[in-house]
């Protein structure tokens, strides 16, 4: 079984800026799993967001990167 989070954490690290969608795009889990997974990355303090785009949706990168 794959580690959902790890690819989604990974992801984030290797693509600063990335939005739900690339992510989703990018790792192949669904929107859902994307949104709970980086939901709970931020209120443990991994990943930050760092801005929005014109839609409002949210940009993440590793904390400390």
């Known amino acids: 079984m794959a580690n959902q989070a790890l690819e989604i954490f990974d992801y984030i690290k290797q693509n600063p800026g990335a939005r739900i969608e690339d992510i989703v795009e990018g790792t192949g889990w669904n929107m859902v799993v ?15 967001e760092i ?7 949210p940009k993440f990168k590793v904390k400390g990167e």
């Open 34 to 48: 994307v949104e709970a997974a980086t939901h709970i990355m931020l209120r443990q303090g991994l990943i930050e």
């Open 51 to 57: 801005g929005r785009t014109e839609w409002n949706n």
